[in-house]
């Protein structure tokens, strides 16, 4: 099915590690992005990435980096994970910006 | 930096009744979007109306703007249980057409 995948889909982790979670697309879209959602925060964006070499901050951007590896795939990277990093994230695209996302099913992190 | 707001936070409604959710932005919009997230889910683009356009509808849902009000409601008719759900206006403000923000979500639940 087209759409936008996200692994993994759960992940544990200790302070201090780093992770990487991966986002493909497959709709030919120009633009992505990562998004967090805290209970009572609605969602915040992370980084976008508006067209392939292209890589902005957005709302929320301090603990993260990352990379836009070609058009479609847009990773979110946390070099070292800290408990205010647990949430669900999430990675959209979308055709032209700004007009409708496609969201992936998320990931659950949860740093301990 | 919350641009849209829901009202109200929380909805139950009967089965087969209308339901109602209201958004107020504070700055001038190109479009504004609406999105349904089930629970665990990602979420999915409803419809979007831009500035310009005062109605939309799209099979049981009806979509007003008053951008004179800074104000949208969405509009579900005869809802159903598999209405049951959050949902998320999202704008992209005037000449900012870098990234849609979100807001904190109404959540609607139907009543059997």
């Known amino acids: 099915n087209a759409g936008v995948t996200q692994t993994p889909k759960f992940q544990v982790l200790k302070t201090g590690q780093s992770m990487t979670l991966q986002c493909a697309q497959d709709?030919?879209?120009?633009?992505m992005y990562w998004y967090r959602q805290d209970p009572g925060m609605g969602l915040r964006l992370i980084y976008y990435s508006a067209s392939e070499g292209t890589t902005d901050k957005g709302e929320v951007p301090n603990g993260y980096n990352v990379s836009r590896l070609n058009k479609r795939e847009f990773s979110l990277r946390l070099e070292s994970a800290a408990p205010s990093q647990t949430s669900v994230y999430f990675c959209?695209?979308?055709?032209?910006?700004?007009?409708?996302?496609?969201f992936g099913s998320g990931t659950r992190l949860t740093v301990v | 930096s919350q641009q849209g707001e829901e009202d109200p936070q929380a909805l139950s409604i009967q089965e087969g009744e209308n339901a109602t959710m209201n958004c107020s932005y504070k700055t001038s919009i190109n479009n504004l979007q609406w999105y349904r997230q089930n629970s665990g889910r990602g979420l999915v683009h409803l419809i979007l109306i831009r500035s310009n356009e005062r109605e939309k509808h799209s099979g049981r849902l009806r979509v007003t703007l008053d951008t004179s009000k800074k104000s949208s409601s969405l509009l579900i008719t005869a809802s159903r249980a598999a209405d049951t759900a959050s949902y998320f206006c999202?704008?992209?403000?005037?000449?900012?057409?870098?990234?849609?923000?979100f807001g904190k979500g109404t959540r609607l639940h139907i009543l059997p």
């Open positions: 709709m030919n879209h120009n633009s």
């Open positions: 999202a704008t992209v403000r005037m000449n900012r057409d870098d990234k849609i923000i």
């Open positions: 959209a695209s979308s055709g032209r910006i700004n007009y409708g996302y496609t």
